[in-house]
């Protein structure tokens, strides 16, 4: 399998039709469950919001006492499926954690933000409001979770699980990101963005309307990291210099040269989510705000790559949860 890039691969296919708007979903509730392993269970949620049912996977933690709950968000690919479950391991990973996971589907290029305007390629997305206001209330009662959250993700989930704990103060006990860009306002952070969108179809301007529109500073996590203060915080980022497990994954592909092509795209933009991991390091530093800061020597912005840096990601959000470790290797 090739090293696939989460991000804004210039390779990518065209992305599907929108999800289609139902006028009929007035009202948020879970539709229908489908079990789909020993622990794994996927919810088909109806958001009022988006006006569209939700595809939601869950991973059912260790233990018979109500667990805390992590929301872990998938890159710009957003398929009904998480790229965490198809590609990143998270199943094997978690199983046996005391921790119940949330994955949320079908929010390719979305940043899961609320956007200003519905996008012809993209459709409406409204996905601050779903993952705030009215996933938890369903899927924790669902789980019998026991009110801690946390939230972290990938790439362009990086980027958006930083945004909805900085605009929610509070909301979450801790976050992560793994190779992600944390600001929106400045040259780097837009370009980051207006790439993520348009990679897959959208008009960046239907997200927080033209540059300079107040709502792209709004949602820049370097603007405003203060509001962080008190949440534990966890980053990485490699170097976009290519891991063993990169050239293995290149070697062994039904399509060497296209991988290679694509991992030509996942050295750039590593070593964009590297400056941007600083960069936003630095800004908590200067603010006093205390981080989890990993940086890792090689490896570029893939799924082998982003495998390899949950579990020290998963050890920082477990003392943001206030979990014990009993867990063994991982």
């Known amino acids: 399998m090739a090293a696939a890039p989460v991000c804004a691969d210039p390779a990518a296919p065209p992305p599907p039709a929108p999800p289609a708007i139902d006028p009929a979903v007035t009202r948020t509730e879970l539709v229908r469950t489908e079990s789909r392993g020993p622990a794994w269970d ?25 667990r805390p709950t992590l929301y872990l968000l998938d890159g710009v690919e957003g398929a009904a499926t998480s790229g ?47 993952l705030v206001d009215e996933l938890p209330p369903i899927v924790e009662k669902y789980l019998h979770a026991d009110g801690r959250r946390a939230i972290a993700g990938v790439s362009m989930g990086a ?9 929610h103060p509070g909301f979450y006990r801790a976050v992560a990101g793994i190779s992600g860009c944390y600001s929106t306002a400045d040259e780097v952070g837009q370009a980051v963005t207006r790439i993520t969108v348009a990679s897959r179809g959208g008009n960046p301007e239907n997200l927080w309307g033209p540059p300079n529109s107040p709502e792209w500073a ?6 405003g990291a203060d509001t962080l203060r008190g949440t534990p915080i966890y980053l990485s980022a490699a170097t976009g210099l290519p891991s063993p497990p990169d050239l293995t994954a290149i070697a062994t592909a039904h399509d060497v040269a296209g991988a290679l092509r694509s991992a030509g795209g996942g050295v750039a933009l590593e070593a964009g989510a590297r ?3 600083e960069r936003f390091a630095a800004r908590l530093a200067q603010l006093n705000i205390p981080a989890t800061v990993r940086y890792i020597p090689a490896g570029t912005h893939s799924w082998p790559d982003f495998t390899a840096a949950l579990p020290s990601a998963w050890d920082a959000l477990a003392v943001g949860l206030g979990i014990a470790r009993t867990w063994g290797p991982r």
């Open 42 to 66: 996927r919810l088909y949620i109806a958001s009022a919001a988006m006006h569209r049912v939700v595809p939601i996977d869950v991973l059912h933690g260790a233990g018979s006492e109500p």
């Open 84 to 130: 965490w479950l198809t590609d990143g391991d998270a199943a094997r990973f978690f199983a046996g954690k005391p921790v119940d996971v949330v994955l949320p589907g079908d929010g390719v290029g979305s940043m899961y933000a609320d956007w200003d305007h519905y996008d012809q390629n993209l459709g409406l997305n409204r996905w601050e409001t779903f």
């Open 159 to 167: 980027q958006a699980a930083m945004m909805l704990a900085q605009r």
């Open 218 to 223: 709004a949602h820049d996590s370097y603007l």
């Open 275 to 277: 400056t941007c991991t």
